[in-house]
Nanobody, 122 residues
């Protein structure tokens, strides 16, 4: 079975840091780009960042550029999202997803995992 398990969420104060992990299994991880998406209560899903299958290319939403860093370790089938300088507006459920394309379009992602909640207090 395909699994994408996001973890690492929690509650932090503004300015704090968290590192999210996305552990994958059940598919050829090395062939898939991974994206992080978030959805805040009452808001639409938003793309946060994505990384190509070999880690060469990355993409960030303007709202997180300079604060978040995405990386991956293909030996561990895991993608990370280092989040620094967190703001209350970063509060959301964060999901990771996998696609065999290079895209930021959610509808082109093949696999989705359950999310992890990030709460940032002011």
């Amino acid at each position: 079975d395909v699994q994408l398990q996001a973890s690492g969420g929690g509650s932090v104060q503004a300015g704090g840091s968290l590192r999210l992990s996305c552990a994958a299994s059940g598919f050829s991880f090395d062939d898939y780009a991974i994206g992080w998406y978030r959805q805040a209560a009452g808001k639409e899903r938003e793309g946060v960042s994505c990384i190509s299958s070999d880690g060469t290319y990355t993409n960030y939403a303007e709202s997180v550029k300079g604060r978040f860093t995405i990386s991956r370790d293909n030996t561990k089938n895991t993608v990370y999202l280092q989040m620094n300088g967190l703001k209350p507006e970063d509060t959301a459920v964060y999901h990771c997803a996998a696609t065999n394309r290079w895209t930021t379009l959610p509808r082109l992602y093949d696999y989705w995992g359950q999310g992890t909640l990030v709460t940032v207090s002011s």
